[in-house]
């Protein structure tokens, strides 16, 4: 149960004046939820266990995360699951994410396609072990129907690199003279970046407290919203998720304009 505006709102539904409303049509949801999802070793650490089963908790979040994003009609979500820099952790460590990685594909294929989520990646997905490639490239190539939400996850994932991949391949196109200088502009740059055709994200949630991009979307994020959250991602509710979207609801985005301008437009 959860305060907004002054009513409230109980199990996905806000009674007002006598009539039900569900919470999408008087919250205001972001179209792009991107999410830093980050904690997993303190959990384990905190428990002293090993940091995989901080990983392995974490997956439970995501599950939660993804179920929350449809009943609220979301219908873009981007997961930072493994980061090009994450490749120097122990190789321990590196090893049980990629068997997690793919034993969590193989268990959600079915409910991918039964609630009609359209699975993406973006990163240098060359990189990921062959086994994970082939069940990540069997899935994404199943779901690519599906409307309902698009699951993005990004996986060997830097935004320092994927900006790098776009302009090589923009210089290759100049090149060989498909492309001329005057074409390059942010629409077609964009084009050329690994989540091509999605929409920026919204709002950014980063968790276990950490206030920083860590080579995240570096691009897309020019005028998202930033949420940094306390809680540690094993522990990352669909109330922790609420919150985020309740701050991010009260928000004055002004893309550059000036206040008046912006209530002007709206
Ligand atoms: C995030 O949790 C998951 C990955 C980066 C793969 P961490 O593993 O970074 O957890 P902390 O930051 O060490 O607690
Ligand atoms: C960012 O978390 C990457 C992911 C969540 C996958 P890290 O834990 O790797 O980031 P730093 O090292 O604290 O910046
Ligand atoms: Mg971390």
Redesign the pocket.
């Known amino acids: 149960m959860i305060g907004c505006s002054g009513f409230l709102i109980r199990n996905g539904f806000l009674r007002c004046a006598g009539q039900l409303f569900t919470v999408p049509e008087v919250m205001n949801i972001p179209r792009h939820i991107a999410i830093i999802?980050?904690?997993?070793?303190?959990?384990a650490e905190q428990r002293r266990l090993p940091?995989i089963f901080?990983?392995q908790q974490?997956v439970e979040s995501v599950r939660r995360v993804v179920r929350e994003c449809l009943a609220l009609g979301v219908s873009h979500l981007t997961l930072y699951?493994?980061?090009s820099e994450?490749w120097g952790r122990p190789a321990d460590e590196v090893a049980a994410?990629m068997e997690l990685l793919a034993r969590f594909l193989a268990q959600e294929l079915d409910s991918l396609m039964r609630e009609e989520i359209r699975l993406r990646v973006i990163g240098d997905i060359t990189l990921l072990p062959s086994a994970v490639r082939r069940i990540l490239d069997q899935t994404i190539q199943r779901s690519s129907g599906n409307g309902r939400l698009v699951l993005t996850l990004a996986l060997s994932y830097g935004a320092r690199d994927e900006i790098l991949r776009a302009v090589r391949r923009l210089v290759h196109q100049a090149v060989e003279g498909s492309l001329t200088l005057d074409e390059i502009d942010e629409t077609h740059f964009a084009a050329n970046l690994d989540t091509a055709g999605l929409p920026d994200p919204d709002l950014l949630i980063r968790t276990?407290g950490e206030m920083r991009v860590s080579n995240f979307l570096l691009w897309q994020l020019a005028y998202a919203e930033f949420f940094f959250s306390e809680v540690l991602?094993p522990d990352f509710s669909a109330e922790e998720l609420r919150k985020a979207i309740e701050d991010f609801g009260a928000r004055q985005r002004r893309f550059g304009l000036t206040a008046r301008q912006d209530s002007a437009e709206t």
Do not use: E
């Not at 999802?37 to 959990?43: E, F």
């Open positions: 999802m980050d904690g997993n070793g303190r959990w940091r901080g990983h974490g699951a493994f980061s994450n994410l276990s991602w």
